[in-house]
C-alpha cells in the first residue's frame, strides 16, 4: 500500500495545487494529513497565494482517500469546508502497520498514545523527522508551505516497508528509514 503523508498546508492555493500534481503522481491509496490545512497562523504572515476555500477544494477532490487529524490552527468551522472527517487525534491500521496520529500541538499530546511497534505520525513543528526509538517509529513530514530551520518543504512516503521524506520541489529523498509491520 502506498501511502502519502504531509502536514501543514496553511491556506496556500499554489503548495496545494503542487501537492495535487504529487498526488497524481503518486497515485496513493491512502493521503494522511496532519492538521493546519486552512488557516495561515498569526506566525506565518499572509502569503500571496493564501486563499483558504480555494485550498479546501482542491483537498476534497480526495476526500475519499484522506485520513486527517486536526491541528491548532484549524477551527471546528474548517469541518463545513471539508469532506473528510477529523478528529483530535486518531489510531489506525493501514496494510499492517498501526498509527498513531496526531498534530503535535500540546492539546493533542494529551491524549498520544506510545506502544512499542507504532508509527507515530505528527505535524506541527514544520521540521522533518523520520527515526526509530524504542521499537517506535516518530515520522514528522515536515511542511509543504512553511518549512523552518531551513529544511525543504517536505512530506513522506509509505510503502513497502520503507518510510521516506520526500523534498516536495524536486523529489530527492531526504531520509529514509524501514520501518515496523
Known amino acids: 500500500m502506498r501511502i502519502l503523508v504531509a502536514s501543514d498546508i496553511h491556506g496556500r492555493l499554489h503548495r496545494m495545487e503542487a501537492f495535487n500534481v504529487w498526488i497524481d503522481k503518486l497515485n496513493p491509496e491512502r493521503i494522511i494529513l496532519l492538521g493546519d490545512y486552512l488557516y495561515n497562523g498569526p506566525r506565518n504572515g499572509v502569503p500571496d497565494d493564501y486563499n483558504p476555500m480555494e485550498v479546501s477544494k482542491l483537498l476534497n477532490m480526495n476526500a475519499q482517500r484522506i485520513i486527517g487529524v ?6 471546528r468551522i474548517d469541518d463545513t469546508l471539508l ?12 496494510d499492517g502497520m498501526k498509527f498513531e496520529l496526531y498534530h503535535g500541538d500540546d492539546f493533542s ?3 498520544l498514545k506510545k506502544e512499542k511497534g507504532h508509527i507515530l505520525l505528527s505535524g506541527h513543528t514544520h521540521i522533518y523527522v523520520l527515526k526509530e526509538e524504542d521499537g517506535i517509529v516518530y515520522l514528522n513530514p515536515g511542511s509543504i508551505s ?3 530551520n531551513m529544511n525543504p518543504p517536505s512530506f513522506a512516503l509509505i510503502e513497502d516497508g520503507e518510510a521516506q521524506i520526500i523534498d516536495f520541489d524536486n523529489g530527492s529523498v531526504l531520509k529514509k528509514l524501514p520501518i515496523l509491520s
Open 70 to 75: 486536526r491541528g491548532n490552527c484549524d477551527s
Open 109 to 111: 499530546l494529551r491524549n
Open 146 to 148: 512553511f518549512p523552518k
Open 83 to 94: 469532506d473528510f472527517k477529523l478528529e483530535d487525534n486518531r489510531s489506525i491500521e493501514l
